[in-house]
C-alpha cells in the first residue's frame, strides 16, 4: 500500500460542541446538524475554507437511516472544498478514536496528507421505528399492482401495530444492558460502591476544575447558548452519591448507580490529523503525534465481562510500543462506568489475570492515579457515543503540548466486546 518511509501523525487541534444531557439543550437537533456546526468551527479555527482535506471519518451509533451518508452531508455542509471525500465509520463507543486512527493510518503510509476524524451522537433525536409486521404491510401495499392488492394487506392492521420501538443498549447476544453487564464484572471483581463513588466524585470535581482554570476554553466552542458541559456537579460530594439508589442491580447487593454511571448525552467533536509537512507549510501547531492504536474484543457471551476489551488492548498496544504501563504522563480511561474503570485498573494489577488471560510473564502492575483523567472523565463531561474519543484526544492533545514532552494512553471500551486504544506522544 506505500513504497516510501512511513511519515509521523501530527494532531494539530481539535474542537467540540458542550456535551449535553439526552432531551436537555439539544433535544432539537440532529446529528447532522451538530457535526456541520463541529466541523465549520474547525474550518474558521483553522482557516480551512476552501481547503480540500484528503480524506474525513465521522461516525454516529444513534443513527437514522437518513443519515446513511453522514459524513459527506456534514462536509458538504461546510466552507471545506467541496472536493473533500468523507467516509462513515461506527465503532460504538470508540467511533471517533477508531477514525482518528484510520485518518492516521492514511496520513502514515502517504495516501492523503491531512483529514479529520470526529463523531456525533444524540440520544434525543434517536430514530423511532415500528415494529416489523407492520413494516411488512406497508411494503406489501407498496408492491401491490392494483388498488385492490395494494388496499389488502391494510386489513392486517392491528392497534399492536402502532406500538414503537425505542433503540436501547441491550446487547442481543445476551439480552442485558450494558449496566447489567457491568453490575456483573463489578461483582466478579470485587468493586465496592464506595469506590465506585469516590472515582466520580474526582470525575466531577476535576471536571469543574478544568472549567475554572480555562483549560476548556479552546477546545470547547459554545453552542445553542450552552457554554459548559452541562452534567459537571461541581457540589457533588461522595456523600451525596451514596444517597442514590442502585439502578441495575436494586437489591441490597447493587453497586451502580445514576451519579457513578455515565449519563445519556448529546454532543459532537472532531480532531485536525495532518503530516508535519502540511502542518507547518500552513502554520498549525503540532500539539502530539499519535504513535500507536489497538483494538481488541472479548468473548463476552462466556468467558469475560463485556467492557474488558480495553485490558486486552492496552496489553497488546505496550508490547508494540514496547514500552510499560508505568510509562506515561497522562492516562485518559473512558468511564463508561465507574465500575469497568475500576474492573480494567484491578485487571493489570492481578498477577492471574494477566498471566492467563494476556499472557504475560507478570502483571501489568498499577498507575499514578494522580494522573488518571485529570481534567474530568464521561461521568462528569457525559458520553455522546461516537464523540468520546475526539474529546480524549483534542484534550489529551492538548495537556501534552502545555507539558512540553510526555507520553499519554487512551483507553475506550465499547459495545459488542470491544476496546479501541491509542497512544499520543509529544
Known sequence: MQSRELRRVAICGSVRIPFC???????????????TAVLEAMVEKYQLTDCQLGDVSLGAVIKHSRDWNLARECVLGTRLAPETPAFDIQRAC????????????????????????????????????????????????????????????????????????????????????????????????????????????????????????GFYSDLVIPYNGVEADNNIRADTSVEKLAKLKPVFDKSAAGTMTAGNSTPLTDGAGAVLLASEEWANERGLPVLAYLTYGKVAAVDFIKSEGLLMAPAY?????????????????????????AAQTLATLKAWESEDFCRNRLGRNSALGSIDRSRLNTKGGSIAVGHPFAATGARLIGGLAKMLNVRGTGRGLISVCTAGGMGVTAILEK
Do not use: C
Open 94 to 213: 470508540g467511533t471517533s478514536l477508531e477514525a482518528a486512527i484510520l485518518i492516521g493510518n492514511k496520513i502514515a503510509v502517504g495516501q492523503i496528507d491531512s483529514g479529520i476524524a470526529g463523531g456525533t451522537d444524540s440520544i434525543s433525536d434517536s430514530p423511532i421505528v415500528y415494529p416489523d409486521d407492520y413494516r411488512q404491510i406497508l411494503l406489501n401495499s407498496f408492491r401491490g399492482r392494483s388498488a385492490g392488492e395494494r388496499i389488502k394487506p391494510w386489513l392486517k392492521i392491528r392497534p399492536r401495530h402502532f406500538k414503537p420501538e425505542l433503540p436501547g443498549v441491550i446487547e442481543p447476544r445476551t439480552g442485558l444492558t450494558m449496566g447489567a453487564s457491568t453490575e456483573i464484572t463489578a461483582k466478579k471483581w470485587g468493586i465496592t460502591r464506595e469506590a465506585q463513588d469516590l472515582l466520580a466524585f474526582e470525575s466531577h470535581h476535576k471536571a469543574a476544575a478544568a472549567y475554572q482554570e
Open 313 to 337: 488492548a492496552v496489553s497488546n498496544m505496550l508490547t508494540d510500543a514496547g514500552i510499560g504501563l508505568q510509562d506515561f504522563d497522562f492516562y485518559e480511561i473512558h468511564e463508561a462506568f
Open 21 to 35: 444531557r439526552a432531551h436537555t439543550a439539544y433535544a432539537e437537533f440532529l446529528n447532522q446538524t451538530m457535526m
